[in-house]
C-alpha cells in the first residue's frame, strides 16, 4: 500500500497589507477531493499539521458558488469555450463564475429543448445570451428574459426558478462537504508535523500540500517542512502541491546556495487569480506567484485564469487552483502508479 503525507494548513487568520486580520484556513475542495480519490485508490493517508491543531476550512470556500453541480458546470465551461477558438482570447474572472447566473446555462437550454425547440437552436440562444452576459458583464437572467424567442417558450419566472435551483443545489452541496469533512477522523486529529521521526518520513512515498490562504502563514517558513521536503527530494518521492500549497515550497532546502526547486517548471495561485479573491480585494502582504519566480521557479500558468492546469517536472507536481484539484490527485496516483 502506497503512503501519502497530506500537510493540512491549521491558519486561522492571515494578516492583510492593511494590518487587518482575514479569515483563513484550508481550501475545501482542494483536501475533500483530493482526499476522496487517494482513499479510493487504497492509498494511505496521513493527516498533519504544522501544530497538530484541527485545521479548518476556510469560510469562503463553501460559499455555494464553489460547489456548483459538475453537470451544470461543466456545461457553463463548454459554453465559455464556445466564445473563440483560442482560449487566450477569453478572460475569465471570478465574477463570470459568481455573479452572472451563467451556470443556468444547461438547465435553461434543457427547458428550451423540453418546450419543444431544436437542440441546435436552443444551444445557439443560450450561447448567444451567455456571451451577451459575458462581455457586458450583465445578469444572465435578464438577458435570456430580453430575448424574444426564449421567453416565448420559456418565460422570466421559470428562468428565474431555474436559477434559484441551481443555486439551492449548491448551497446543499456545500454542507455536505463540510459535514464530510467533520467526518474525517485524520482531519479532526491530525499528527504534528514535527512529531513525525526520520523512519516514518522515510517510509512515505508522497507528501502531498493543499491550498487556501493558510500555506502562506504557516508553512511558507517551516523547519519541519523542510525537512520533510530534504527527505523526499533525496529519496525521489513525489512532493505535490496545489494552490496556494504551493507557498511550502519555499521551505524547502537549499543545497549548495540554491534551493531545492530553482529551474523547476511550476504552477501556482496567480497574481492575477489573487486579486480577484476576498483577500485579495482588500490587499495581500505579499504574492505567491511572484515569491515562487523570485525564488528560482519557472512559472507556467494555463491558458485562462481560473481553469484546471497541472505542471509535472521531475517528482515535483503542483496545480493552479481549486479547479485543478481532482486532476492534482490524479497526477499524483499516476505517478505512485497506483
Not at 496567480?270 to 515562487?292: K, S
Request: one cysteine or more.
Amino acid at each position: 500500500m502506497k503512503k501519502l503525507l497530506m500537510v493540512v494548513s491549521s491558519a486561522k487568520t492571515m494578516q492583510l497589507a492593511d494590518g487587518s486580520e482575514h479569515p483563513t484556513g484550508y481550501w475545501a475542495e482542494e483536501v475533500i477531493e483530493p482526499y476522496r480519490r487517494f482513499a479510493r485508490s487504497g492509498v494511505e493517508v496521513v493527516v498533519a499539521t504544522p501544530d497538530g491543531e484541527r485545521p479548518q476550512p476556510d469560510p469562503w470556500g463553501l460559499e455555494p458558488y464553489f460547489h456548483y453541480p459538475q453537470e451544470d458546470e461543466d456545461f457553463m465551461l463548454s459554453v465559455f469555450r464556445s466564445f473563440a477558438p483560442d482560449a487566450d482570447d477569453i478572460r475569465i474572472t471570478f465574477q463570470h463564475f459568481s455573479e452572472l447566473n451563467l451556470v443556468a446555462a444547461r438547465r435553461v437550454f434543457q427547458a428550451l429543448v423540453d418546450s419543444g425547440m431544436a437542440a441546435e437552436q436552443a444551444r445557439g440562444l443560450v450561447e448567444s445570451a451567455a456571451r451577451t452576459a459575458w462581455w457586458d458583464r450583465a445578469d444572465f437572467v435578464e438577458v435570456l428574459a430580453a430575448i424574444p424567442a426564449i421567453a416565448a417558450r420559456v418565460p422570466r419566472e421559470q428562468i428565474e426558478a431555474i436559477r434559484d435551483a441551481v443555486w439551492d443545489e449548491s448551497a446543499a452541496n456545500a454542507k455536505t462537504v463540510a459535514a464530510e469533512l467533520d467526518s474525517i477522523a485524520d482531519l479532526n486529529s491530525p499528527r504534528r508535523l514535527s512529531d513525525l521521526s526520520e523512519e516514518e518520513i522515510r517510509s512515505l512515498d508522497a507528501v502531498f500540500v493543499p491550498g487556501g490562504h493558510g500555506p502562506m502563514v504557516d508553512l511558507v517558513d517551516n523547519l519541519d517542512m523542510r525537512r520533510i521536503l530534504g527527505q523526499l527530494h533525496r529519496d525521489h518521492k513525489t512532493i505535490a502541491a496545489l494552490c496556494h500549497g504551493p507557498a511550502a515550497l519555499l521551505s524547502a532546502p537549499s543545497e549548495g546556495g540554491t534551493w531545492l526547486f530553482d529551474g523547476y517548471k511550476l504552477t501556482a495561485f496567480t497574481d492575477e487569480e489573487e486579486d480577484q479573491t476576498e483577500a485579495g480585494r482588500i490587499g495581500l502582504r505579499w504574492y505567491l506567484e511572484d515569491a515562487l519566480k523570485n525564488q528560482g521557479a519557472v512559472f507556467d500558468d494555463g491558458d485562462s485564469a481560473w481553469m484546471s492546469h497541472v505542471v509535472v517536472d521531475r517528482n515535483l507536481i503542483t496545480a493552479q487552483n481549486p479547479g485543478s484539484s481532482e486532476a492534482a490527485a490524479d497526477a499524483v496516483l499516476k505517478r505512485l502508479e497506483v
